[in-house]
């Protein structure tokens, strides 16, 4: 396994080491009263999985250094740089000073994701642990701290992809399409100070064809207050103020008479205030639908606000060459978001990852659709079901078995379907996604079509494409393709299903000095920038553009950047050059997007 080469990004060059990613986390739920605890941490790994115990851990003379929360000791802004193994324990020892609690007040403790499984301990007391590396969870803290200097300890194990948990790209033997496993916290630690009756969590769903909105309010109510806090909600529309009312269940709609639709041309988004007692939140929610809707030329394409729409996109790994899964920053997000947009894609696919909410609200505010996947987990995996046979054509029509989809365990099983639940639940709110990737390339599949059907019990809201690439059971709302050493021809589908190539390319594109491996990986290589964006140019107008008559409603190209020893990215791992030439490419996403009978710019309230 080739040693990866330092690449810093130039955000990360220049990270505040005090409080890095200092934004607030959660956009969608939002709290004045609320603190960053990013920064520098003390850390030890250890042999064996409670070694030291949660007593002998809050000695500091028994760490070995510092460690920049919420980087990964396996990424370079940690400055840990240690792989954590199965078997080890991390652990993590922050002294934090509160001040006293206020009387009908509670103390929240915020983790934005910890990978994979942790517990976490306040003066010495369990708080509580969570399993799953993907998702946020938070523990009331308010009867374990004392007014002044706390002592906030956590313990992490990560199997990686020796376990039951899902861990989607990360490996411990890295290599070729397959990244550095990491470890521990890698999302924003935070706190909240709430009232004792609070609104624990927020769900809106649009309802287009009605102009109106649907909220569900869930509170965390002592014992003894089984009924609702009075609560008023008041919507806008920038600064004005469009609808304000009573709230009298924890569940109401909104009308919306004369709203204004998002899209990517146009991603207005409406602002949300909620009082509900003595707590106080700010959200947001954007007008949209998805559906699949026949073109003039009656074949089904993918809606949006009723009208058939090209999803022209990136497949997009969410790999950083200085943080890992930690983005150096909120710029950073940005930037990258805004080159997508100026590149002329209105999608991006979110690769076998879960990210953090501000990158999803930045998507929303931006104007970019995503396709969201589920974490993939099990294994081994077999290479003759997962690589082999479907380069060949052979596509396997039962998945039941899991055998060869590395899905015999019972155990691991129950984690997806777990975490199927879970990743709904966080990202239903989110106004970009517009597609659930339950299953990719056969990694850990079982049972897709009845996961399709489970997928739609929880969201009738958007689509889903639910085995990407290959082993289609024919459920879901699209054929999925991916191609990469081959010519791309549209195949009939007996089910009717929306035509999509969901994979294709790999361009590869060497840039001296901004690559992290010395063994580059790639589907097929170019020397330099001009024969790579030529190629670029002729794959799209001589497959791509082409099968848009027959049905072809997206396109998802490999991919947004280079990651480690994968060199087939637009940009490079640290995004600092772009290999193609941008006006090839905006241009060759103004023909894709105006093939379509209804062209982005057209989107109006009807």
């Not at 915020?110 to 523990?139: M, T």
């Not at 020397?527 to 140019?537: G, H, Q, R, Y």
Request: with cysteine; aromatic share 12%; glycine share 10%.
């Amino acid at each position: 396994m080739p040693a990866i080469n330092p690449l810093l990004t130039r955000w990360g060059a220049a990270i505040d080491k005090n409080c890095p990613l200092a934004d607030y986390p959660r956009p969608q739920l939002k709290r004045g009263n609320w603190r960053c605890l990013n920064g520098e941490w003390e850390y030890a790994i250890c042999g064996g999985r409670e070694v030291p115990d949660s007593a002998v851990c809050n000695e500091p003379e028994r760490y070995d250094g510092t460690i920049l929360v919420p980087f990964s000791p396996e990424s370079l802004l940690s400055g840990v740089c240690r792989q954590l193994l199965p078997g080890q324990t991390l652990w993590y020892r922050r002294d934090v000073s509160f001040e006293k609690i206020e009387k009908g007040k509670r103390l929240l403790l915020h983790f934005g994701a910890v990978d994979q499984c942790c517990k976490v301990y306040i003066n010495g007391s369990l708080a509580g642990r969570h399993e799953g590396g993907y998702w946020p969870f938070y523990f009331d803290i308010t009867g374990l701290t004392v007014k002044g200097n706390n002592t906030l300890t956590v313990s992490v194990t990560d199997d990686s992809d020796c376990g039951t948990e899902a861990y989607g790209k990360q490996k411990l033997k890295r290599g070729g399409i397959w990244y550095t496993a990491q470890s521990g916290i890698w999302q924003t630690v935070w706190t909240e100070i709430v009232p004792e009756q609070y609104i624990e969590s927020l769900k809106i769903t649009p309802r287009y064809k009605d102009a109106e909105v649907e909220f569900s309010l869930h509170f965390a109510l002592p014992d003894q207050s089984p009924s609702l806090p009075a609560a008023r909600i008041g919507v806008y529309a920038g600064e004005t103020l469009v609808f304000e009312g009573g709230v009298t269940s924890a569940a109401f709609r909104v009308p919306l008479p004369g709203f204004r639709p998002w899209s990517p041309d146009d991603p207005f988004l409406y602002t949300v205030k909620i009082t509900a007692g003595y707590d106080d939140i700010e959200s947001y929610f954007g007008m949209r639908e998805f559906s699949v809707v026949m073109g003039d030329d009656g074949l089904p394409r993918p809606g949006l606000n009723g009208r058939p729409i090209f999803h022209s996109g990136l497949l997009d790994q969410g790999y950083w060459s200085d943080g890992l899964y930690t983005a150096p920053g909120d710029e950073a997000m940005v930037w990258e978001l805004n080159e997508v947009k100026k590149l002329g894609f209105n999608m991006l696919r979110k690769h076998i990852k879960i990210e953090s909410l501000r990158w999803y609200y930045h998507c929303d505010r931006l104007g970019i659709l995503v396709w969201q996947d589920f974490v993939s987990g099990g294994g081994p995996y077999s290479n003759m079901v997962t690589q082999y046979l479907p380069f060949i054509g052979v596509r396997l029509r039962d998945d039941k078995g899991c055998r060869g989809f590395g899905r015999r365990n019972k155990d691991g099983r129950a984690v997806f379907k777990r975490d199927m639940a879970r990743t709904v639940d966080l990202l239903h709110n989110v106004v970009s996604l517009a597609v659930w990737v339950p299953f990719n390339e056969g990694w850990g599949q079982f049972g897709a079509r009845q996961i399709c059907g489970e997928l739609r019990a929880m969201d009738s809201t958007r689509l889903i494409d639910h085995a990407s690439g290959w082993h289609d059971q024919g459920g879901g709302d699209f054929k999925s393709y991916h191609i990469y050493y081959k010519r791309f021809r549209i195949r009939k589908d007996l089910q009717n299903r929306v035509q999509a190539l969901t994979e294709f390319g790999g361009y590869s594109c060497p840039s001296a000095g901004h690559t992290a491996s010395d063994r580059l990986f790639g589907y097929r290589m170019f020397k330099n920038p001009k024969t790579f964006s030529d190629a670029f140019a002729l794959l799209y107008r001589a497959e791509v553009i082409p099968a848009f008559g027959q049905g072809l409603s997206a396109a998802v190209y490999t991919q947004l950047s280079d990651v480690e020893d994968e060199i087939n990215g637009l940009f490079t791992y640290d995004r600092s050059v772009l290999k193609a030439d941008p006006e090839t490419v905006w241009g060759i996403n103004c023909e894709l997007i105006n093939v379509d009978k209804s062209p982005l710019s057209s989107y109006n309230a009807d």
